[in-house]
């Protein structure tokens, strides 16, 4: 009698690179897009938001806009961080991930805001087979 198992699994090769933008007066938006081209999928991963050493006693909010060919117009911006120096300097963000693009937007204060986080790139590495065969 002749026995096989095989089991396939989809492997991915994924990649971070750290990634960072500075919101202020001077520069309110800034829109992410991903460094890498190809067949990637990418999100990114916001880690912290925070206020820069000079920022005025003032709040700060930092929101997303909705994305620009989007078709419902009803859509307000999201905001996911308002910071004060003397209150909240800074906020860290567990698990938030991202697909690009993704326009940031300092609505409030002056800045200057740091974002900061992970690029992830994934791409597809191929399929990888086990055989195992055995005989009785």
């Known amino acids: 009698m002749n ?3 095989a089991s396939s699994r989809e492997e991915k090769a994924v990649t971070t690179v750290l990634w960072g933008c500075e919101l202020s007066q001077e520069r309110r938006t ?11 999928s990418c999100r990114l991963l916001l880690h912290t938001i925070c206020l820069g050493e000079k920022a005025k006693e003032e709040l700060h909010r ?12 009803k859509m307000q911006p999201v905001t996911i961080a308002s910071l004060q120096a003397s209150v909240l300097p800074m906020v860290t963000m567990v698990g938030v991930q ?8 300092l609505r409030a204060g002056s800045g200057p805001v740091f974002l900061c986080g992970q690029e992830r790139y994934e791409k ?4 990888r087979t086990r055989g195992n065969k055995s005989q009785r």
């Open 30 to 40: 800034w829109t992410f897009r991903p460094q890498l081209e190809g067949k990637q």
């Open 62 to 73: 930092v929101e997303i806009l909705p994305p620009a060919n989007q078709e419902d117009k």
């Open 98 to 105: 991202f697909s690009p693009p993704v326009t940031f937007q």
């Open 3 to 5: 026995l096989s198992s």
């Open 124 to 127: 597809k590495a191929g399929k």
